[in-house]
């Protein structure tokens, strides 16, 4: 099997990008992956850059920088040309590559700056992993008062999770009262009911490049990373970010391995379950940084204890699947990588294996 972590061949990027598009109802973000790729050999800076990239086209998200850089074209009205695609128009869609080349050439300078930073594809629908996560460790015998750390936490979308509502094969999690509601289209069994004692004691989180979802402009950033076939996503960001304007998550510029490190030299309180949790954000990291995250962790997962647990929640992408996957491991003794369920990469749908 190819390894798209660590392959430097750009168009065989996108064509995956593609592939992964159309596995999850991404006909619209498809069709522009699909028409940046056969305009590819144009003139200009972007088209350059992609061609000419450094790093791992793959690991670096490069079609989806490419792409977010067209979407914001399309929702700052810049190039309306640009809109019958974004609309769905069957002809449109159809004939994507002309419209698109059009828009690279007229735009470059704007596009250019879209390829220098990674995404920012904050979904509070992936959340449902981290909390059917919690629920199975408080199945497990962990405590369930929860010190949850997150690393590329990009707006901190997912820190809020103690105030959305959740349905997860039917057991609901979260205030009742909430305006943010995600329930996957749920397959297998539920997860373990909510645990007498259920709260969460802190949630912090830190990226390298922290959006502030009360700014107008980055939160447009954030819009134009997301698929725009998908509508609710659109309705979930602007709940995030009232959200945020009512309460800022706990969010802070930092590395990732750096901030979990100092994490885990914190004290415990007894009683309390230490939990680091990420999703969509390992394959970015690189090597050295994902070893001392783990080195961290096993160092941290032998000192821990019943009264004094730790866990780690990953829900990642599986490039030869097309899927996410969520995974655990928690000390003492879950110590080995347990799958605990499959998902769309927006939450759309979750299948519970445990």
Not at 288 to 311: F, N, Q, V, W
């Amino acid at each position: 099997m190819r390894d798209w972590m660590t392959s430097n061949d750009v168009r065989a990027a996108f064509t995956n990008q593609v592939d992964y598009c159309r596995a999850n109802g991404g006909t619209i973000t498809m069709r522009v992956v699909e028409a940046i790729l056969a305009n590819l050999d144009g003139p200009g800076a972007f088209l350059k850059t992609i061609r000419e990239w450094p790093g791992v086209p793959m690991a670096d998200a490069l079609p989806l920088r490419a792409a977010a850089g067209l979407h914001a074209l399309n929702l700052s009205g810049a190039e309306p040309a640009l809109a019958p695609l974004y609309d769905g128009d069957p002809a449109a869609l159809a004939d994507a590559e002309r419209p698109v080349g059009e828009a690279i050439a007229r735009h470059d300078a704007e596009l250019r700056p879209w390829l220098d930073g990674p995404p920012q594809t904050n979904e509070a629908g992936r959340s449902w992993g981290y909390v059917a996560a919690l629920l199975w460790l408080a199945g497990q015998g962990l405590p369930p008062r929860w010190e949850c750390i997150e690393i590329g936490s990009s707006a901190g979308i997912n820190l809020m999770i103690d105030r959305y509502r959740y349905d997860l094969g039917g057991v609901g999690v979260g205030p009742a009262e909430s305006g943010m509601r995600i329930a996957p289209d749920w397959r297998g069994p539920a997860p373990p009911d909510v645990p007498e004692g259920w709260r969460f004691e802190s949630i912090r989180g830190c990226d390298v490049a922290p959006v502030d979802l009360t700014d107008p402009a980055q939160l447009l950033r954030l819009r134009a990373f997301v698929w725009r076939e998908h509508v609710e996503r659109f309705a979930r960001l602007d709940f995030s970010a009232q959200s945020a304007g009512e309460r800022r998550p706990d969010l802070v510029q930092a590395d990732a391995a750096e901030f979990v490190e100092a994490a885990l030299e914190r004290p415990q309180a007894a009683g309390t379950s230490r939990v680091l949790m990420h999703s969509i954000v390992w394959q970015y990291l690189g090597d050295a940084r994902r070893a001392r995250i783990t080195a961290a962790m096993e160092a941290a997962g032998a000192r821990a204890s019943a009264e004094r647990p730790l866990a780690w929640i990953m829900l990642e992408a599986n490039r030869e699947t097309l899927q996410h996957e969520l995974v655990v491991r928690y000390w003492p003794g879950g110590t080995e990588p347990r799958l605990l369920g499959k998902a769309h990469p927006h939450g759309a749908w979750a299948e519970w294996v445990a």
